[in-house]
């Protein structure tokens, strides 16, 4: 993040997480209190806190453990996409990473007490039409979700989706896991009071101004950025005999946008941002659905075009993920991912404060010194894992490294059955066809 960030942006993303922390704790420990309950902190001993993601993108739930500066292992993460998991590596370091959450197996995931998924929300959007809700080839990550929930049986699962699945909630009930004796008290009614005042406790905190989480307009990635557009633009402007002249008025008329863009940009400045200043709407979208911010950012999707009003200009894909409080890595690691990457990093991934909020009003349910008590030290040798990445103390080794456990005689007898295997394959390959000639020999006597 050194050389990326102004130091006033990077101090403002650095500075909520202690506070958010304090005021849970202290709005937790208050309401314990008065139902006469006794319990510690929301404190952890070093490593005690041991931390499983699937469908990972940025690992946001790591970043705000981390913000929070609350004592926490990272065990295992997950991602189907391969830049998603080279950011993982060269940012948090779990200690095992996995590829696909449908085809490992649980017995190779080392145990963890809090998990987080932010599994595809397409199936259960209300925005698609005709889905088949489980049925649909994309909720088989919901579904391998659960499966990891009984397998490991962790004290809280903390999943991010659409409100749409709320349609789906009386079919997966049944498998949803109870952890009644980590539980504080088994009152649904009380329950809800806690989780009511830890967000209240934080609902106090200041909200930062869009304009305070943007980058200058001096900055190298937005000057990049607008290059990029711009060469983009002139690749276009080839391909086309008339170009269409602006509709947007000359603030916007520099910008990078499609017919249809400019018409739903004109349509957000003649109505929703009718005499506002400074507002950010998304023109990916359609008219009647096109988000729109007033002094906020809106909604972020991977292919989200987002205008800026007061600076006229576009959200950059490093943007993307600071509005979700992910800082950027240094940028000799920056230079290894795409722009399209990195856009979809940032409209993928979940908001770093609003996952801290959901992980603080869970652990404020639950006993601390019984959470505690189900983690083991973080220390641990390597463990070979049988997907495509081994992790151990060390650094990430691909799987053609040897194991720590492989002696001299079971690589000898591995090295001895695959040239067994492939001798059989070799005379399968020449006794095939002869069989074959026989048996058009014998065809023709008869």
């Not at 709005?27 to 931390?51: I, K, M, N, T, W």
């Not at 649904?188 to 989480?213: I, S």
Request: aromatic share 6%; hydrophobic share 40%.
């Amino acid at each position: 993040m050194a050389g990326l960030l102004p130091t006033e942006l990077k101090r403002a993303m650095e500075a909520w997480g202690s506070t958010f922390l304090a005021c849970a704790s202290k709005a937790r420990q208050s309401f314990v209190a008065e139902s006469g309950l006794q319990d510690r902190p929301l404190e952890f001993a070093s490593g005690r806190l041991r931390v499983g993601s699937d469908c990972s993108g940025v690992d946001a739930p790591i970043w705000g453990l981390r913000q929070m500066k609350m004592a926490h292992c990272h065990v295992w993460s997950c991602d189907i996409e391969e830049y998603s998991r080279r950011w993982i590596k060269a940012s948090n370091q779990p200690r095992q990473m996995f590829e696909d959450m449908l085809k490992r197996k649980h017995a190779d995931l080392l145990p963890c007490n809090i998990y987080y998924c932010g599994f595809p929300c397409k199936p259960y959007s209300v925005l698609h039409n005709n889905s088949k809700f489980f049925r649909d080839k994309n909720a088989k990550p919901f579904q391998a979700l659960l499966d990891t929930m009984a397998a490991k049986q962790p004290a809280i699962g903390i999943f991010e989706n659409v409100k749409g699945l709320r349609r789906c909630f009386d079919q997966v009930k049944g498998r949803m896991l109870k952890a009644r004796d980590m539980l504080l008290r088994e009152d649904a009614g009380w329950m809800v009071q806690m989780v009511t005042k830890v967000l209240g406790a934080l609902e106090t905190q200041d909200r930062q101004k869009l304009e305070k989480w943007l980058l200058p307009a001096d900055h190298a990635l937005v000057r990049q950025h607008q290059e990029n557009l711009r060469m983009r633009d002139e690749r276009r402007r080839n391909n086309v005999v008339d170009p269409l002249p602006s509709k947007v008025g000359p603030k916007f008329a520099s910008l990078s946008l499609t017919k249809k863009q400019q018409e739903r940009l004109q349509a957000v400045l003649r109505g929703k941002a009718n005499g506002h200043s400074d507002f950010a709407t998304d023109v990916s979208q359609s008219e009647d659905r096109a988000p729109t911010g007033f002094e906020l950012c809106p909604c972020i999707c991977p292919g989200s075009v987002i205008v800026l009003s007061r600076p006229g200009r576009l959200l950059t894909p490093e943007e993307k993920l600071l509005m979700h409080g992910v800082p950027l890595l240094p940028v000799q690691d920056m230079a290894n991912f795409s722009q399209a990457q990195i856009a979809s990093l940032g409209g993928n991934t979940m908001h770093t404060a609003a996952v801290a909020t959901a992980t603080l009003c869970a652990l404020a349910l639950v006993k601390v010194a019984a959470l505690d008590s189900t983690g083991a030290a973080c220390e641990m040798p390597a463990v070979r894992i049988r997907q495509r990445w081994i992790y151990g103390n060390g650094p990430l080794a691909h799987k053609g490294a040897k194991s720590a456990k492989q002696t001299p005689r079971k690589r000898a007898m591995k090295t001895s059955a695959k040239r067994a295997m492939k001798e059989k394959q070799k005379r399968a390959k020449i006794v095939e066809p002869r069989r074959a000639m026989k048996a058009n020999a014998n065809l023709k006597r008869g």
